[in-house]
């Protein structure tokens, strides 16, 4: 390396340290800023609520916003998704339960959405994840909700029908699968692959044309799988990144999934009704009465507020009440005048009306 060079390698090392100083000393005037709203918090309710989904969702949306590179927008977010993290945990560290076990995309969600200063426990079912949020065993729980290859995850539907819980945010995810296998397998040698049956779904074409004659062993989760093959030679498993670094495993083929847009939503539960972040959604369960032209009925006032329906899903109901069951998700939030409009129009149609809640639109 030339002299000048060197030199040119110095000054801007230096100018980093300077620079890393810098970022330093305003992280640390950000936490105390976040302590001292943690004060003023609690100074005018004891039992204040820290986490502030609807601020965290501007104070991501506007970082983006104003960022103009070379990072971009997406990873940007994240690093302050990290730093807003950390001061959240200085006010109180907040608990999160996730279905399990570790190593699953909820849990990779759960990190997505909270940052890795929370507390996450993996439980073993759904409504597991619902009863710890229920009891108060932890703040918040985070489920699968619907994957944009295999449609919904019923027993998420199913468990908010008789729940209380309000959906306090949603997360999406990319989902890439990878086929695992031990460091001392190889290729030809794999007879038997597990994952669980939404991977092989979402996996199906690429098994058919590159592992046609492997037995397919459907297990609980992706992590599951991957613990599995951990000390089996002849087998592989299909699942994500945080599988393969919790057990070690080594990747045979990447990014297998068949449709490249995989993505998986999960909702974030809790005891919480968020207030505007500016661009929400709101989440419904509806039931009508079984008549000839029930889900016109309840689709109209929609169309006639210019409400954008982002989901539409109809479960069957499990009591004599609930004949229709509808779950609906819409731009919009319930303190907007013209969605309190729209739902109590919908409330007069319908036999039941839930509102699951309103919550920011996902940033990340
Ligand atoms: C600081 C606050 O509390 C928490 C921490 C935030 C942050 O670090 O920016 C944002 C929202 C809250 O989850 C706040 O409510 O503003």
Same mark, same amino acid.
């Given at each position: 390396?030339?002299?000048?060079?060197?030199?040119?390698?110095?000054?801007?090392?230096?100018?980093? *340290?300077?620079?890393?100083?810098?970022?330093?000393?305003?992280?640390?005037?950000?936490?105390?800023?976040? !302590?001292?709203?943690?004060?003023?918090?609690?100074?005018?309710?004891?039992?204040?609520?820290?986490? @502030?989904?609807?601020?965290?969702?501007?104070?991501?949306? !506007?970082?983006?916003?104003?960022?103009?590179?070379?990072?971009?927008?997406?990873?940007?977010?994240?690093?302050? @998704?990290?730093?807003?993290?950390?001061?959240?945990?200085?006010?109180?560290?907040?608990?999160?339960?996730?279905?399990?076990?570790?190593?699953?995309?909820?849990?990779?969600?759960?990190?997505?959405?909270?940052?890795?200063?929370?507390?996450?426990?993996?439980?073993?079912?759904?409504?597991?994840?619902?009863?710890?949020?229920?009891?108060?065993?932890?703040?918040?729980?985070?489920?699968?909700?619907?994957?944009?290859?295999?449609?919904?995850?019923?027993?998420?539907?199913?468990?908010?029908?008789?729940?209380?819980?309000?959906?306090?945010?949603?997360?999406?995810?990319?989902?890439?699968?990878?086929?695992?296998?031990?460091?001392?397998?190889?290729?030809?040698?794999?007879? !038997?692959?597990?994952?669980?049956?939404?991977?092989?779904?979402?996996?199906?074409?690429?098994? *058919?044309?590159?592992?046609?004659?492997?037995?397919?062993?459907?297990?609980?989760?992706?992590?599951?799988?991957?613990?599995?093959?951990?000390?089996?030679?002849?087998?592989?498993?299909?699942?994500?990144?945080?599988?393969?670094?919790?057990?070690?495993?080594?990747?045979?083929?990447?990014?297998?999934?068949? @449709?490249?847009?995989?993505?998986?939503?999960?909702?974030?539960?809790?005891?919480?009704?968020?207030?505007?972040?500016?661009?929400?959604?709101?989440?419904?369960?509806?039931?009508?009465?079984?008549?000839?032209?029930?889900?016109?009925?309840?689709?109209?006032?929609?169309?006639?507020?210019?409400?954008?329906?982002?989901?539409?899903?109809?479960?069957p109901s499990r009591t004599g009440v609930w004949n229709y069951v509808f779950f609906i998700d819409?731009?919009?939030?319930?303190?907007?005048?013209?969605?309190?409009?729209?739902?109590?129009?919908? !409330?007069?149609?319908?036999?039941?009306?839930?509102?699951?809640?309103?919550?920011?639109?996902?940033?990340?």
């Amino acid at each position: 390396m030339s002299e000048s060079n060197k030199q040119g390698l110095g000054g801007l090392r230096n100018r980093i *340290d300077e620079i890393d100083s810098d970022i330093l000393r305003l992280i640390s005037e950000r936490a105390e800023c976040a !302590r001292q709203v943690a004060e003023t918090k609690t100074a005018s309710d004891p039992d204040a609520v820290f986490y @502030r989904p609807e601020r965290e969702a501007q104070v991501l949306r !506007r970082v983006m916003e104003m960022n103009q590179g070379p990072l971009d927008s997406e990873e940007m977010a994240r690093l302050f @998704r990290e730093i807003m993290s950390a001061c959240l945990a200085l006010e109180q560290p907040i608990k999160v339960a996730y279905l399990g076990p570790e190593g699953t995309f909820t849990q990779q969600a759960s990190l997505k959405h909270f940052g890795d200063s929370a507390i996450s426990l993996p439980m073993a079912a759904i409504d597991e994840v619902f009863r710890e949020v229920e009891a108060g065993a932890v703040n918040y729980g985070v489920v699968p909700v619907e994957n944009s290859t295999e449609g919904v995850i019923n027993h998420t539907l199913d468990s908010f029908m008789d729940s209380s819980l309000h959906i306090c945010g949603e997360v999406v995810l990319r989902i890439h699968h990878h086929l695992l296998v031990s460091d001392t397998t190889l290729k030809d040698k794999v007879s !038997r692959i597990y994952s669980h049956p939404q991977s092989f779904a979402q996996c199906r074409k690429w098994l *058919d044309a590159h592992f046609p004659h492997a037995e397919r062993v459907p297990v609980s989760s992706n992590a599951e799988a991957a613990r599995m093959v951990k000390s089996e030679w002849h087998s592989a498993a299909i699942a994500g990144d945080m599988a393969a670094k919790l057990y070690g495993l080594k990747h045979l083929a990447e990014k297998i999934e068949d @449709r490249p847009d995989n993505s998986t939503r999960f909702l974030i539960i809790g005891n919480q009704q968020v207030p505007m972040s500016g661009t929400d959604k709101t989440s419904l369960v509806v039931a009508m009465r079984n008549q000839p032209g029930a889900l016109h009925d309840l689709l109209e006032p929609f169309h006639r507020h210019q409400i954008d329906l982002t989901r539409l899903e109809t479960r069957p109901s499990r009591t004599g009440v609930w004949n229709y069951v509808f779950f609906i998700d819409f731009a919009g939030h319930v303190d907007e005048p013209r969605v309190a409009a729209l739902l109590e129009e919908v !409330r007069l149609r319908a036999s039941e009306l839930k509102v699951l809640g309103s919550y920011p639109q996902g940033v990340l």
